[in-house]
């Protein structure tokens, strides 16, 4: 099964708060063997969200993610951004969507607090985990809806601290169905997301119990590592190929470089 195509469509760099420089990333995916990578730098303009590309240095970002698509011209290397959603992102983020072909959307922050930061549980311990769930999810249907992004970055994100105390006591599962038919009815793609295998709870985003909705709903998927250094770009992308296909998927999607879709067609990986 290693005929099976690699792509990795969603990192970060140094623009952001990567460790490592697109030409490293570029350098360690085609060590990986992949043939598509994804460049999403975070991006999102508020003083909140302090870990995105510089405001006035969206051009310079473009322009050395030019420069890499030149000086490595056997790797597909897609241009995009991990877009936050939050009050008031439309006014920064329709005048972008024409020139950038792939943009990710993602809810880091709820009320303007990080949900993704140990270093600032405000918002977990003002709601707790139930009610973070409940506005994180509300949210997210917004987002999906919008019109504004390519694919959903890591959908379950308040996971990320449920072995940590901050598990929800609530049935999460008719969240789960407001999801998957807030992704159908945007036109949204999802994210399988590898990240959280070395997150505590060392699992995929998203849990089974969602990305199962999301392949009845029939909502398209892409596939990224979220690598924040080289050495994890490319990480587990076959074992998500895996898990989606006992999800019940049989492809998934890449974006190409002019802003359009092609498919992988997965085999039964495990076998
Ligand atoms: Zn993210
Ligand atoms: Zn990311």
Not at 25 to 37: H, K, P, S
Not at 54 to 69: F, R, S, W
Not at 171 to 191: F, K, Q, S, T, Y
């Amino acid at each position: 099964m290693n005929r099976t195509e690699l792509v990795d469509c969603h990192t970060h760099t140094t623009f952001s708060d990567g460790k490592s420089t697109l030409e490293e990333n570029m350098r360690a995916a085609i060590q990986g063997g992949l043939t598509t990578i994804a460049c999403t730098d975070h991006w999102g303009k508020p003083a909140f969200i302090d870990c995105s590309i510089e405001k006035d240095k969206l051009d310079v970002y473009a322009d050395a993610v030019k420069a890499v698509q030149d000086q490595f011209p056997e790797l597909t290397i897609i241009y995009g951004i991990e877009a936050d959603w939050y009050d008031g992102c439309e006014s920064d983020l329709v005048p972008l969507r024409s020139s950038i072909p792939f943009m990710l959307g993602s809810i880091h922050y709820l009320e303007e607090k990080s949900i993704d930061w140990d270093q600032d549980m405000r918002i977990w311990d003002e709601y707790g985990a139930d009610g973070v769930w409940k506005r994180y999810a509300d949210q997210w249907c917004k987002a999906a809806t919008s019109g504004l992004f390519d694919s959903m970055a890591h959908p379950d994100l308040p996971r990320l601290f449920s072995t940590e105390g901050y598990a929800p006591t609530i049935d999460l599962n008719p969240l789960w169905d407001a999801m998957a038919e807030a992704a159908r009815e945007g036109n949204v793609h999802v994210e399988i997301n590898t990240a959280g295998l070395i997150k505590p709870f060392k699992d995929f985003y998203p849990c089974t119990d969602l990305l199962r909705r999301f392949a009845h709903a029939e909502v398209p998927l892409t596939v990224g590592s979220d690598a924040h250094s080289a050495s994890r770009i490319g990480s587990n992308i076959l074992d998500a190929y895996c898990y989606a296909y006992q999800m019940g998927y049989r492809s998934i999607d890449v974006p190409t470089k002019d802003g359009s879709w092609r498919s992988i067609r997965l085999e039964n990986l495990t076998q």
